[in-house]
């Protein structure tokens, strides 16, 4: 008797634990999948940038022109 006690009380004990532990374990995976994102717009927006302003060809009146990459920017 005192042996199936001690084994029901452990159990509930990791339903608390659990109980505990997942809340935890989700706010982390939200807060890394937004890192994430975060650090793919800081690339794409970089990029971006870089392609924006190339240099035209010889013949043209101004050294520089704004190509239409912000068309792919959506």
Known sequence: MVMH?????????AMVEFALLVPVFFMMLIGLLDFGRAGFYYVASTSLARSGPT?????SRSPWVVAPSHRRCR
């Open 5 to 13: 006690r001690i084994r029901s009380s452990r159990g509930g004990q």
């Open 55 to 59: 240099p035209r060809p010889s013949g």
